[in-house]
Structures are given as C-alpha cells and as structure tokens.
C-alpha cells in the first residue's frame, strides 16, 4: 500500500500534554505514508494557544501541517479546513481528545482497498480514568446496502467521527461537515449514505475515546437547539420509516431533550418531555432503562 493518508486532528482549548496523546497515537501508526494536519480552533483569548502552536511546530515529521484559524470557527468548518488542506489520497479524522490503535489506519486502508470501498467506520472504546467502560459497536447492523444503512442510521446514529476513513475525492463530492449546531457527523455519514457512497462497517475497537469529568456532549442551548434541527430533518425521513422506527426516534428525541433541559436547568419543560418520551413509546422506555442499568451494573462489577 502506497496509498497517502491525510489524518486530520481538530483541537480547541485542549492542553498539549492532552493533544500530544492523540497526535503521537496517529504517529506511532504501524502505517507511515501519513499527513498529519493539525488545526486549532481555540480563540485568541485562549493563554495556552502559543504552547499548542510551538508543540505543533516542534513535531518532527516530514507531511505534517499546521493550520492556526483566525477566529473560532467549530468543530466542522475546522474539519473542513483540514480536508481543503489534505494531499492525501484517503482521509480519516482524529479528535483531541481520542486516541488510535497502533495498526488501526494500516488495517482500515487495508479493508477498504480490498472491497473497493468509498468509507468505513469502525467502533469506538469509551474509557474514563484510563480504563475502558463501554465499546459502541454496530454488530447488529442487518445489511450494507444504503437503504438498509439509513434506516439503521436514522435510528442509531453510525457515528464516531475518529473511526470514519473517506476515499478524499468522494469526501469533497458530498461536501465535508455541514456547519450544523450538534450532529455534525451524523449530517456527514447522511450524506455519504445518500450520496450513494460504497460503505463498509470493521468490527474492529480501534479508536479510544475519554470522557471527561463533565461528560463527553455539550448539553448548552446551542444543543437543544441543535437536537430540535436535527429532529426536523430526520422528520423528512418519515415517509420510508414503519410506525415502530418512527416512535423510536421520537422517543429518543424527547429523551434526549428531557436530559438537555435539565442540563439547563429547564426543569419545567424536563418534565414535559421526560413525560412526553414514556408516553410515545413505553416499550422503548423500559427497553432502555433497563440497558442502562444493566450496563451500570455490568461497571461497577468490573
């Protein structure tokens, strides 16, 4: 495999001895023909912004760029720039606070170049206090066509931006990241699904993902915001869906909302919609309470 491999690496406001755990993870890859593009997204206001710029500039590595945005632009349009700047012929992401498995680019270009494919992802290890508590999968995905992989998508998201690798031409034909609130990398496999994009799916837990102290979403009112965008959209996708897909994402919506709002100390229209999500689908309540506690258990026990 000759094949270039653009790796990009968003970051805002992280420390370097946080951000070097990422950028080394994507150096020390088994798989060396790499592009390393780096960019900062912290605001000129943010006092470790320079150590980031000079940690970045001391890297030794000959296809390494670094990019310094002017103004805070958020986490897709500073993907984007990453993808504007990539000489690769692949593209995969790495956020600042994930790291990869040594051999994850090698066997991902690997697994795409054997089945010709456009995309894949994989699955991602959510670890807390450096110890792994819970892996998404998608093992029960049901079939690779696209319109299995859309319903499937619309109902549980085919996310985790660090586990996507892109063929970079059928990335740019699909346009990049939408500049959207929150979900910006469900909008993303969306498009690449519609896009009618060859889509591949690794059981493989190659990329470690850590929570922080204060939980890994953004819970503000730009995400409450964000959800109800997102909802509308999915809302478009009715028509295709039965009446049991449909009250699942409804349920889930409303679950989501309920948790945003008390976030935000919104403990009135919490209510409202904590109600609102038992009462769409009582089935699914219970079917998730029930994964939650299970999985809680399953953590405490370990």
Same mark, same amino acid.
């Not at 030794?60 to 310094?68: A, C, R, V």
């Not at 034909?173 to 969306?190: K, R, S, T, V």
């Not at 060859?198 to 730009?222: A, C, P, Q, R, W």
């Given at each position: 495999?000759?094949?270039?491999?653009?790796?990009?690496?968003?970051?805002?406001?992280?420390?370097?001895?946080?951000?070097?755990?990422?950028?080394?993870?994507?150096?020390?890859?088994?798989?060396?023909?790499?592009?390393?593009?780096?960019?900062?997204?912290?605001?000129?206001?943010?006092?470790?912004?320079?150590?980031?710029?000079?940690?970045?500039?001391?890297?030794d590595h000959k296809n390494?760029?670094?990019?310094?945005?002017?103004?805070?632009?958020?986490?897709?349009?500073?993907?984007? %720039?990453?993808?504007?700047?990539?000489?690769?012929?692949?593209?995969?992401?790495?956020?600042?606070?994930?790291?990869?498995?040594?051999?994850?680019?090698?066997?991902?270009?690997?697994?795409?170049?054997?089945?010709?494919?456009?995309?894949?992802?994989?699955?991602?290890?959510?670890?807390?206090?450096?110890?792994?508590?819970?892996?998404?999968?998608?093992?029960? =995905?049901?079939?690779?066509?696209?319109?299995?992989?859309?319903?499937?998508?619309?109902?549980?998201?085919?996310?985790?931006?660090?586990?996507?690798?892109?063929?970079?031409?059928?990335? %740019?034909?699909?346009?990049?990241?939408?500049?959207?609130?929150?979900?910006?990398e469900f909008i993303l496999?969306?498009?690449?699904?519609?896009?009618?994009?060859?889509?591949?799916?690794?059981?493989?837990?190659?990329?470690?993902?850590?929570?922080?102290?204060?939980?890994?979403?953004?819970?503000?009112?730009?995400?409450?915001?964000?959800?109800?965008?997102?909802?509308? %959209?999915?809302?478009?996708?009715?028509?295709?869906?039965?009446?049991?897909? =449909?009250?699942?994402?409804?349920?889930r919506y409303h679950a989501?909302?309920?948790?945003?709002?008390? %976030?935000?100390?919104?403990?009135?229209?919490?209510?409202?919609?904590?109600?609102?999500?038992?009462?769409?689908?009582?089935?699914?309540?219970?079917?998730?309470?029930?994964?939650?506690?299970?999985?809680?258990?399953?953590?405490?026990?370990?």
């Amino acid at each position: 495999m000759d094949k270039l491999v653009s790796v990009v690496i968003p970051t805002h406001k992280r420390e370097v001895s946080c951000l070097s755990t990422a950028v080394n993870s994507a150096l020390n890859q088994t798989y060396k023909n790499l592009e390393i593009i780096i960019v900062d997204d912290s605001p000129s206001t943010y006092e470790k912004r320079d150590e980031v710029k000079a940690y970045a500039e001391s890297i030794d590595h000959k296809n390494l760029i670094y990019i310094q945005n002017e103004k805070n632009l958020g986490g897709s349009l500073t993907r984007n %720039r990453g993808i504007e700047a990539a000489h690769g012929d692949y593209i995969t992401f790495l956020d600042d606070d994930d790291e990869y498995v040594l051999d994850k680019i090698e066997k991902q270009l690997s697994y795409m170049l054997k089945n010709e494919l456009d995309m894949t992802f994989s699955n991602t290890v959510m670890c807390k206090n450096g110890q792994p508590i819970e892996v998404r999968d998608f093992k029960d =995905i049901p079939a690779f066509d696209n319109e299995s992989l859309l319903r499937y998508h619309l109902l549980y998201h085919l996310t985790g931006t660090s586990t996507y690798m892109f063929k970079a031409e059928k990335l %740019r034909e699909i346009g990049g990241f939408d500049n959207a609130l929150c979900g910006q990398e469900f909008i993303l496999m969306l498009k690449a699904i519609e896009g009618g994009l060859k889509i591949g799916y690794m059981d493989v837990n190659d990329v470690l993902h850590t929570i922080s102290s204060e939980g890994s979403i953004s819970f503000s009112k730009n995400k409450i915001q964000g959800e109800k965008n997102l909802y509308q %959209r999915k809302m478009q996708y009715f028509p295709k869906l039965s009446k049991k897909e =449909i009250r699942y994402i409804k349920f889930r919506y409303h679950a989501i909302m309920a948790i945003a709002y008390k %976030r935000n100390s919104m403990y009135g229209k919490m209510v409202g919609e904590g109600i609102t999500s038992v009462v769409t689908s009582p089935l699914d309540f219970v079917s998730e309470c029930a994964a939650l506690l299970k999985n809680t258990v399953e953590q405490r026990t370990k």
